[in-house]
């Protein structure tokens, strides 16, 4: 992890220098601080630490998102889904399938309590509404992480969330919630069915996925097209209150990520320790250049689980 650690570092700085040349030119914002990753692991399979770095600031701010109150009139009281499917989860289904931030018990739930009250507390300052999970290649557990995180975000009482499949080459959302992802995305884009039709509900109050059953060869090309730029647009305006979480295509194996970017405020990075190589952590920064990069994870990591182990010995 040390040499994930120290590559994230220099590439970081290096953007700083860059960054500091155009300043002087007087062309660029100033940066903050380099980030700083976590780590965890289940005997399960892996159970990703948050850590997020400070926000970036390029660009204009948008209007603040508004900050949850704890004024009860503020919450938004649990939602009857009469046009949405409804597909339940069992709490054997999210432990089984890793989802431990709909199991308040889990040893591993407050690592995603963290990484909720880190991401948003970045995105309220700088006005976020949308966020896109990504990573240099795959495996790399980003899907869980995005899964994990809008459950999180979900149970929060003022927040509704919409988790969106973009990973078009290998969807995989509607395989953690175990739900059908039939018409999904596809159905949207490709044979015009209506929004209403394609969301679901996994049971769990406030969340709702776009999920993606049908991979695609031609993905660029999808997540440029008229009605996907129409759709991104929709979401963001339709609610408000809702944060939009889409999980993206690795960065080194397509340009899907970059292609779709321009519709999303910030973005999360994961690794995954023991797996991302230092050569591919520097790629993928250097291709995030000139966007709103606002955190890391650090999956699979060793460290966090040891501290787990500690914490709940000493209970």
């Not at 508004?66 to 597909?87: G, K, L």
């Not at 963290?114 to 557990?141: A, C, F």
């Not at 910030?266 to 320790?273: D, N, R």
């Amino acid at each position: 992890m040390d040499k994930i650690q120290k590559a994230l570092e220099k590439s970081w700085l290096e953007r700083d220098r860059d960054q500091a040349a155009q300043r002087r030119e007087g062309s660029a914002p100033a940066r903050p601080s380099p980030p700083v990753n976590g780590v965890p692991a289940t005997r399960q399979g892996s159970a990703p630490s948050p850590t997020v770095q400070q926000p970036v600031r390029t660009g204009p701010t948008r209007s603040p998102m508004p900050v949850p109150a704890a004024d009860e009139t503020d919450q938004i009281a649990d939602i009857s889904y009469t046009q949405t499917r409804v597909n339940p989860i069992t709490p054997k289904g999210l432990e089984k399938r890793r989802l431990i931030a709909g199991l308040p018990q889990h040893a591993y739930a407050d690592t995603f309590r963290i990484l909720r009250t880190r991401v948003l507390q970045r995105m309220e300052q700088n006005g976020y509404r949308t966020i896109g999970v990504l990573s240099s290649v795959g495996q790399e557990g980003k899907s869980l992480v995005a899964s994990n995180l809008a459950i999180s975000l979900a149970n929060i009482l003022t927040r509704t969330v919409l988790l969106v499949d973009l990973d078009l080459r290998a969807p995989s959302i509607h395989t953690y919630f175990g739900v059908s992802p039939e018409p999904g995305l596809m159905g949207y884009l490709r044979e015009g069915r209506a929004l209403s039709d394609c969301l679901v509900n996994p049971g769990i109050d406030r969340l709702v996925l776009l999920p993606n059953g049908r991979p695609a060869i031609n993905s660029a090309e999808l997540l440029t097209m008229p009605r996907m730029t129409g759709l991104a647009k929709e979401l963001r305006e339709t609610y408000r209150d809702r944060v939009i979480i889409y999980d993206l295509a690795p960065l080194l194996h397509t340009d899907d990520a970059l292609a779709f970017m321009h519709h999303i405020d910030c973005c999360l990075m994961v690794a995954s320790e023991g797996r991302t190589t230092e050569n591919e952590l520097k790629q993928a920064v250097s291709l995030l250049k000139g966007h709103k990069l606002i955190g890391t994870v650090m999956n699979r990591s060793t460290e966090t689980a040891k501290h787990v182990k500690k914490s709940r010995a000493t209970r």
